[in-house]
Structure formats: C-alpha cells, structure tokens
C-alpha cells in the first residue's frame, strides 16, 4: 500500500512526488517511457521565473534526480486501468493506494497518413533535439505554426542545410518573439495556408505533397519531417473514474480534483488554457499538498 501512487514522471508528476515525498509519504510512480516528459526534449527553457536559461534534459534531470535522492520508488509500467478504490492496474502488476494522482501529460498528434507509422525513424520525426543531428546538411521539413513547430524549424535552420515550415494558416499560434527569431533566418522558407497530403518514398520517406487552401498541389524533396501539429492526452483508459471533456483532457472543477475522491489530476493532462512547464509545476505541487491534506483530514476523523 502507498500513501501516494503517481501516474507519470514529467515535471507535473515528478513535482508531486517532490512534495509528497518531503512530507514523509511513501510514493510510487509509474512511468510508461522515461523521465522528464516532453521538457527533456526542449532544446532550452527561457522562460521559467528564476532561471535564465536550461536545457529541457537539464532541467528534468535535475528534478529527477532531487526526487530520487528523496528516496522515490520509480517503476517502468504501463497503467492500463484504475478503479475507484485506488487501485492501479499495470501491464505487469497491480498496487494500491490511498491516493492517486495522474500526471500523464500529452502525445504527439499524428497527421495519420499512409507510411506515417511506417517511416518513423526513417524520415519521420516528433522530436526535433531528439533526431535533428541525422539531418546535418540535409532539407528537412517542419509541420505546425505552434511555439514547438516554429521552435524546431529554428533548431533545425542551424542543422539543415534547408527548412521548409508548412503551416495551416498565415498566422502562427507560436509566440511572436519565436515568430520574429524565424523570420530572421535565411535557411527557413515558409510555406503557408498549406497541409500535407501525402508521404511519398520506396523505403523511406523521400517526397511530400502539399496541397494550398487553394487546392494546388506541390511535390517537394526532404530527406526529413518533423512533425509537430500538438499534443493528444491519453486519457480514455482512466474514463471509468474522470470526467473527460471532448478532446479527451480531464475535467476538474479547481484543477486538482477529479470526479473520484482520492483521484487528482495535474498537469498537461487536465484541462486547462496554459500548458507549459511553470503550471506543470504549479499543478504538481498543488495536487500533492491537497492529497496530503485531504489524507491527514481523514485520519484524524478516524
Ligand atoms: P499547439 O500550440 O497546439 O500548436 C499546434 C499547431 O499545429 C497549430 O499551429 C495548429 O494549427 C497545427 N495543427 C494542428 N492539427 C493540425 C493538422 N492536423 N494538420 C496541420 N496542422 C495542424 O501545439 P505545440 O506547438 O506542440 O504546443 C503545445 C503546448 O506546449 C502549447 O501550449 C505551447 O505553448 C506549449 N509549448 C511552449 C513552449 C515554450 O514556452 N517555449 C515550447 C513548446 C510548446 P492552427 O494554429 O491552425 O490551429
């Protein structure tokens, strides 16, 4: 039995656990992939109150490591289902808890076109600092107008050789200091009010077609794409004990509490207007300190 059992070890999770674990809980988290979430992917955080700039890789690792030295209990699994009496169904085990808290943040979207699935690897990327190395020199292209499309095309410009930007619309949902940054580099050519429509290539991906709201179509040569039209939650498996609201993020009435006593949310997984890094941390530390409370609350009516 834990006191506190943490579905997820990006900065929401792993800030949960900080708290918790500060105020003498026996914590467990399980984790699907690996630590950090989607920060450790960010080439450089500027924008978290106090630090100048970071690495995402930095950041998680450090955060990581202040809970580990807390003495946290991490595990490699899977959740596939919970119930109401705070039990977590793993694809190797089950636990039990007096309280959860789900911090599972998001997925990359999919364009969910054919060979997408098929070419991840060999052409096909959604993470820029992960594999933008391979394209040194190479023409990749970037798919998105969001603070991380426009971000990765900058990242890459310094790379490739060239990056096309395909966006939607003429107007990017990035923040205008990005917006400014990629204007400024001669590398990028943005192609605008524009979608994919196909993925064309023998064993990997070497074309795409673009087609313009105007319905005409352009094949252009890449060696590379990354995709980032946004992020998808992960949340039909925890229906049973959450509320989800139509694009499958958890519904809260403060941000913290769930439909279920005992259950909390945090982070990019609820709903919410800002998901970024400081209200992940925000967020974390918030469903800690109420599960605790509530907890405590508990006890002492006993
Ligand atoms: P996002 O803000 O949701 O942007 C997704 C982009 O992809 C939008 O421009 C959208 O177009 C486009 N799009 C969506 N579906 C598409 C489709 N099927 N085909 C083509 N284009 C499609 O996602 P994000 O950039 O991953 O950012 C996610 C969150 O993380 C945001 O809150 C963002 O601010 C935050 N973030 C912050 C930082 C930072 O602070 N430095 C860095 C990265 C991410 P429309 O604009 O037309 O909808």
Not at 225 to 250: C, H, M, S
Request: aromatic share 6%; with cysteine; glycine share 8%.
């Amino acid at each position: 039995m834990y006191d506190i059992l943490i579905i997820g070890a990006g900065p929401a999770g792993l800030t949960s656990a900080l708290y918790a674990l500060r105020a003498n809980k026996k914590v467990l988290i399980l984790e699907q992939k690996n630590y950090g979430g989607q920060i450790i992917n960010a080439e450089k955080i500027e924008n978290y109150p106090g630090i100048l700039e970071i690495s995402g890789f930095d950041f998680a690792t450090n955060l990581y490591n202040q809970v580990k030295k807390l003495g946290v209990t991490i595990k490699y699994e899977t959740v596939e289902k919970i119930t109401e009496e705070k039990i977590v169904q793993t694809n190797q085990n089950s636990y039990k808890a007096k309280a959860i808290i789900i911090a599972t943040g998001t997925e990359a979207k999919k364009l969910n076109l054919v060979n997408e699935n098929k070419w991840i690897g060999k052409g096909i990327s959604y993470c820029a600092t992960c594999d933008g190395a391979f394209f040194k020199d190479k023409i990749v292209a970037v798919n998105g107008g969001g603070n991380t499309a426009v971000e990765d095309a900058i990242y890459l410009s310094d790379i490739a050789k060239k990056v096309y930007l395909i966006h939607r619309r003429d107007k990017f949902r990035a923040e205008d200091k990005y917006v400014s940054q990629l204007k400024k580099k001669k590398n990028i050519e943005l192609i605008l009010n524009a979608t994919i429509s196909s993925l064309n290539g023998n064993n990997q991906l070497e074309k795409i077609t673009i087609k313009k709201n105007d319905n005409q179509e352009e094949t252009i040569q890449i060696d590379g794409l990354f995709i980032a039209i946004g992020q998808n939650p992960q949340n039909d498996r925890f229906k049973n004990v959450v509320e989800l609201n139509e694009k499958g993020y958890i519904k809260s009435q403060d941000g913290v509490h769930t439909k279920t006593k005992g259950i909390y949310v945090a982070g990019d997984t609820r709903e919410k207007i800002l998901r970024q890094l400081t209200t992940a941390i925000s967020d974390g530390s918030l469903a800690a300190t109420i599960a605790i409370n509530e907890m405590k609350e508990k006890d002492e009516k006993k």
